[in-house]
Structure formats: C-alpha cells, structure tokens
C-alpha cells in the first residue's frame, strides 16, 4: 500500500536534509555527531507525541519487559508496518530488539554493499524508541547495529534512577 | 488512531528543523523564501514517490479533471487521512481544492490567531501536489490560501507547454 511508503519517502528527505545543511560547514567529525544527534532528537520528540496518543486508552504495564513487548508489537506495527521479530533481555535491564526486515533500510540493496550508510537511517528510530519509553518513564540509552541490511539490531539498556 | 499521527508529528519537525536551521543566518528576507522553497522541494520529491506508487496499478485518466478528482480523493485521503471538501475549477486550467479540515493545521487553535504561522505549514503540501502532477505529465504552479482555521484552499494553475 501507498500508505507505508509516506513515512518511509519523508524519513529520507530528513536524514537527506540533514546532511546537507550540515555539509556546509567545515569540521567533518564535529558534523557526523551533529546529524546523528539531530536526527535521533528528532526520533525522540516524535516517539514521545506518538506514544501519548498510543497509550491513553491503554492499561498500565505491570513490568519492563511487558511495556517492551507493547512496545515491539503495537508501537513497531503501527510505525513500521510489522512487528519486531525477536526481543530478548538479560533480565537486568538490557533488550535487544532485532527486525529482520527494518522498513527504513529496506529501499537499500540487501547485504553488505551500503553498510556504512546504515547507521543515517537508524539515529532517528534509535530516537524514537528513547522517546517512547522516556514518556512511559524509562530513561533509556539505545544503539543500533547493522551486520546485514535489511536487518537490523537495537540495543536498548533501560537507566536505572 | 496514531497511525495518522506519525505524519503530522514528522511533517512538525520538519518545518522545525528547516526553520531552525536557517535562523542562524543573516539575511531574514532571503531566509524565508529558502525556507518555503526547502519545504516544497522537499513535498515535490514526497509527492512524485508517492503518486508513482499509487499509480502503478491504475487506469490512464480521461482529462485533467478526471485526474484532479482522483487528486482530491484517493490521493489526499491516503496522505491527509480525509478527502478535500470542495473542487472548483474555471475548465481553463485552474482548479481550487478546498479543504474545510486540514491535517496540518488541526494542532493549532482555530481562528486567526496564528494565520500568520500558517504558511510554513503549508509549503510541504503545495510541493506535494506539485510533484505528484508533475509525475503524472502536468506543470502546475500550486498556492496556498488560509482565512480561518483549519480550513485550506489550494489553487492549482496547469502550465500549458
């Protein structure tokens, strides 16, 4: 359906503006950390709004690892159009979440050829998660990790207070 | 549902970050047209992926008319989640789509509170039906038009080759 592709055309016009704006300035190191920062930012804000519309019919959580699964199905499904595939944790606060088909790489040709451009289109879903759970009052770091597109790893360790 | 929700918060960012971006430089007036311009190119690109998805399994269009009622229908609803309320057009080439409820004004109180904020949101949507027309064979010049809250009117004017 046309409807996914929206999100998916408007997410490459961010990571693309993003990077151009920035291109105009001068120190390429300082510049790499600015865009990633930029777009994950952006992920947070838009995890927060989306989240607080999500959850305000919703039950509260009776733990972490059941806000994480509400997380990887209704709140992944409803963004990406699929459920994540497989969650595991270490019980002490660490998750990982792996797509085996992450809709924001799938427009790049499979395996190994664009690897160094994954980590662009991950800073604003790691940013989306952060701001997700950030509104349900965990405050979280999460990464992202790409070995072969278009899967896709996210690690996220929840910050204990 | 939230699922509308994605693409108002993401298209918010947006003009935040095109806006923010350009508050660092001199020039105020030149400022604001780059502003508006980035928008719309962006909304042009948006525009052409998303009619070219959409039109793959389609008919051929008998008229331009024709191809403006699918415009204001099927297109609009898949992106803005309702159909334009009204279509006029003078059969000479300018068609004025009227929406009494636009998508991407509904965050702000209606009224003419903020009528002068309004552009901004606007100029993403004005390069959106410009680029899926321009997909579809048509040079158009696309404005925009608000007078009360959240209701939107979009002249389209076809430029005859």
Redesign the interface.
Known sequence: M??D???E???M??VA??YK?QATREDIDKERVTCVS?LDA?GF??GQ??IE??TKDCPTFKDDLDLMKFLCKDFWS??FKKQIDNLRTNHQGTYVLQDNKFALLTQFSSGKQYLEEAPKYLAFSCGLIRGALSNLGLESVVTAEVSLMPSCKFQVVIQKL
Chains 1, 2 share one sequence.
Request: aromatic share 14%; net charge negative; charged share 20%.
């Open positions: 046309a409807d592709a929206l999100f055309f408007l997410h016009e961010i503006l993003v704006e930029t952006m804000r838009v709004g989306m519309r999500f409803t963004i």
